[in-house]
């Protein structure tokens, strides 16, 4: 069929290459495009049986910032941890974390402005929780959590301008052969 065909040829002429100025672009550009439906956080947290020895030692290491206490708290983690998330640079929606760590709130807002570090405990785990930074919903959402929405943006982009491209080629093609005919 055409649409097989059509596929065929994008996929064999489509560049997919795209960079991170590409990205930038296109997000400074449309950044009216991307407003936060839900609360993101930056966090750091762990998740520790309540009898955990290194508790202590991993809440001091928590809130540390240097590079070498990062890396023994991820040491730590892996030894001791039922369940952490130590990465500083993606966002998480508060939502997903919220199913993870047992926060109570009602106000989801007001919590995030209000809280940095803490702790909660339930009858099994402890549970060690860094809020590195937020973004409250309706504000403009950070580049790196739209990065591969951007990228998809772009790439599908690319796709409709080719397929348009090949379709006139074909068009004119037959127009100079003669080839068409108009009902």
């Known amino acids: 069929t055409i649409y097989t065909y059509e596929n065929e040829l994008v996929r064999q002429k489509l560049d997919t290459l795209v960079t ?77 974390v919220l199913k993870q760590v047992p926060i109570k709130t009602y106000n989801q807002e007001e919590y995030l402005q209000n809280h940095r570090d803490v702790e909660y405990q339930d009858s099994t785990h402890v549970y060690f929780v860094k809020f590195r930074d937020f973004k409250i919903k309706e504000s403009v959402s950070p580049m790196n959590f739209e990065r591969q929405r951007i990228r998809d943006i772009i790439l599908n982009k690319r796709k409709i301008d080719l397929i348009t491209r090949m379709q006139d080629d074909l068009f004119s093609q037959a127009q100079k052969k003669n080839d068409l005919e108009i009902y």
């Open 20 to 96: 991170d100025e590409e990205i930038e672009n296109y997000y400074d550009a449309n950044q009216q495009n991307f407003l936060l439906k839900d609360n993101i956080v930056q966090i750091q947290y762990v998740k520790l049986p309540l009898k955990s020895k290194v508790a202590g030692q991993i809440k001091k290491l928590l809130r540390s910032g240097s590079t070498d206490d990062q890396a023994r708290l991820a040491e730590l983690c892996e030894k001791n941890a039922s369940d952490f998330f130590l990465d500083n640079e993606n966002w998480l929606l508060f939502n997903d």
